[in-house]
């Protein structure tokens, strides 16, 4: 009997979509032939959380419409369409597949290099510490005010590039979802946050100085300070509400990570160590990760408890949204590592020189391996270290 | 695989108490499936427990199953069953449940390691005919692997399905996200 696959019964089609959990291959069965195209979704509601991908730095030599990313998935290089790269923007964050983008101006920017979605969040000026904004102030267009009362003047460079540390979203803004975006201050250590629709920022004045990383888990924000205590924050209701969890000092890294899964009750945190290196060649000197350990949260206590092993998982730290993925569904990956990539602003306005700093942490072992993709470039920029993006269409 | 020695390992299997079914497939071949085996096809069990009819040893025509196929489903769902009781038995015993799900996934990998691009094709039609819903699962998980990171010149090829984009069409659909057509698995 000659098999007409076109005349597949349409769940069955569905049945053999659904068990592809790449969006890669989702997109080549669309393309088969009309019959398929149109018995399944354009947009897949079943995939599995995809393994993140690098975006590489924005660098002059590329083609100024497209930027490169490596996915670690297939091991290979993929060109996106990225009309707005430009080594005078920075991102400083990564969340559910879309990153934020900050320029020379006061816009806050989503946007979703797979489907080039854009979202504007409430502009920088909106900050309650942002007394005003003039661009006609050259060099201190922002006047900003310290919780004393004094008030101080930001350049529209200083305000782009140390003003935030990181910003994380509650899920993806697609459709229009009731996302929260919530922002770690650098300067100050405060977090503010803003729901869609928000026209400013609000501030969680209670979760101050819980400044080293924020997670998003189980519907609340959960926000780590450099000891390991939590700060809990519900922002669901009509003003800010805080428990703080503290736990005993526990930790020798450098900086913090917190991170979660979502099948996953347990919360992770993971710390790392940076030593200073000196580059022999230019007398520069920079930092390097020598080593990272990963605690899980312990309710009763409360405390962080050590784990040696993370199983099958691997997590992706750096100025993204920590990540943490069971690595079964990709074999391409290893499990029980950490892939990491540069992360340090507050380390790194002094020290712009050297290699970026990324790479693959073994916990089995303690070795550190370089990433696959990534060439050096001697000229390192603060404005584009590589981020893992998640591919969420 | 001949349906002799099949029909012997069914027969081996059933005990004396144990009512069997005759099928009949579309190329002449004939089978006695034990009850329980046969019970997992719902088109049969519909047929036999929905309807109330009696269980009489009538034989029974599969017009769109051919003899290769029917050999290969009676062979799956028979350790099939023997692996959920092997499974139920084993409850509780965190040790003994992974031993026999480490074994059960031994057994479908070689079983689908056998099967031809154009067998597993058939075996899902069947399984689809016939309504066994775990069965069908398997071998639609095993497509998709199949087609894993393939391009789509090979799946068209695999499914024996023809183009019937235009070239713009074609076109307009690489240019949406024209990374995902690259980098595939040679074929």
Redo the contacts between chains.
């Keep these: ?6 005349q597949l ?1 349409g769940e ?1 089609l569905e ?3 659904n ?2 959990t ?4 989702y ?8 019959c ?1 195209r149109s018995s399944v979704p354009k947009t897949p509601r079943h995939l599995p959380p995809q393994l993140p991908w690098l975006m590489l730095p924005h660098t002059r030599s590329q083609s100024q419409s497209h930027r490169a990313f490596f ?1 670690v998935s ?1 091991q ?1 290089i ?3 369409k990225y009309p707005e790269s430009s080594h005078r923007k920075r991102c400083c964050g990564s969340s559910h597949g879309w990153l934020l983008i900050m320029d020379e101006t006061p816009a806050v920017l989503l946007i979703n290099p797979l489907t080039r979605v854009k979202v504007q969040l409430p502009p920088l000026s909106t900050f309650p510490i942002v007394l005003s904004f003039n661009y006609s102030e050259i060099g201190k267009e922002y006047a900003l005010t310290t919780p004393s009362g004094d008030i101080y003047r930001c350049s529209l460079r200083e305000m782009r590039d140390s003003f935030i540390k990181k910003v994380i979203l509650s899920m993806s803004p697609a459709g229009d979802n009731n996302f929260i975006a919530l922002a770690i201050l650098n300067l100050t250590g405060d977090l503010a946050f803003c729901k869609n629709g928000d026209e400013s920022w609000t501030f969680i004045h209670d979760a101050k100085f819980f400044s080293e990383d924020v997670i998003y888990h189980k519907e609340l924000f959960y926000a780590v300070d450099k000891n390991g205590s939590i700060a809990v924050c519900d922002v669901s209701g009509t003003s800010p509400r805080v428990s703080i969890i503290k736990t005993p000092s526990q930790f020798g890294g450098d900086i913090q990570y917190l991170a979660n899964s979502e099948d996953d009750e347990e919360l992770l945190l993971v710390t790392r160590y940076l030593d200073l290196v000196n580059d022999n060649v230019d007398l520069n000197v920079f930092f390097k990760t020598v080593k990272f350990e990963v605690f899980r949260i312990n309710w009763n206590g409360p405390l962080w408890e050590r784990l040696t092993s993370l199983g099958d998982r691997t997590l992706f730290v750096g100025g993204n949204s920590s990540l943490s993925l069971s690595t079964s569904d990709f074999p391409a990956c290893s499990g029980n590592c950490i892939y990491f990539t540069d992360d340090y602003c507050e380390f790194n306005e002094e020290f712009a020189f050297g290699d970026y700093d990324l790479g693959i942490f073994k916990l089995c072992d303690g070795s550190i391996e370089p990433l696959p993709c990534y060439r050096r470039s001697s000229h390192s920029q603060i404005h584009g270290p590589p981020i893992w993006v998640t591919p969420n269409p | 695989m001949a349906d002799d020695g099949v029909n012997t390992k069914v027969e081996a299997v059933s005990k004396a108490t144990t009512e069997t079914i005759e099928l009949r497939t579309e190329d002449g071949g004939v089978f006695d499936v034990d009850k329980p085996v046969a019970m997992e096809f719902l088109i049969l069990k519909s047929f036999y427990e929905d309807e109330g009819r009696v269980f009489d040893k009538t034989s029974i025509r599969l017009p769109n199953v051919k003899q290769l196929e029917l050999s290969k489903v009676i062979e799956y769902c028979t350790r099939a069953l023997e692996f959920g009781a092997k499974s139920a038995a084993a409850a509780g015993d965190k040790d003994a449940e992974r031993m026999v799900r480490q074994e059960r996934e031994g057994f479908e990998a070689e079983f689908v390691d056998e099967l031809s691009n154009e067998m597993l094709k058939e075996l899902i039609l069947a399984v689809n005919f016939l309504d066994i819903k775990e069965m069908l699962d398997f071998l639609i998980r095993s497509v998709a692997n199949r087609i894993r990171n393939r391009s789509v010149a090979y799946v068209r090829q695999f499914f024996d399905i023809e183009n019937d984009f235009t070239p713009q069409e074609e076109d307009q659909i690489h240019q949406e996200n024209a990374w995902a057509f690259e980098g595939v698995d040679a074929d």
């Excluded at chain 1, 997109?27 to 009309?34: A, D, E, G, I, Q």
Aim: glycine share 0%; charged share 20%; hydrophobic share 50%.
């Design positions: 009997m000659a098999v007409d696959w076109t019964p069955l049945s053999i979509s068990n592809l790449i969006y890669a291959d997109l080549r069965f669309r393309s088969v032939c009309h398929w996915d297939a290979k993929r060109l996106l």
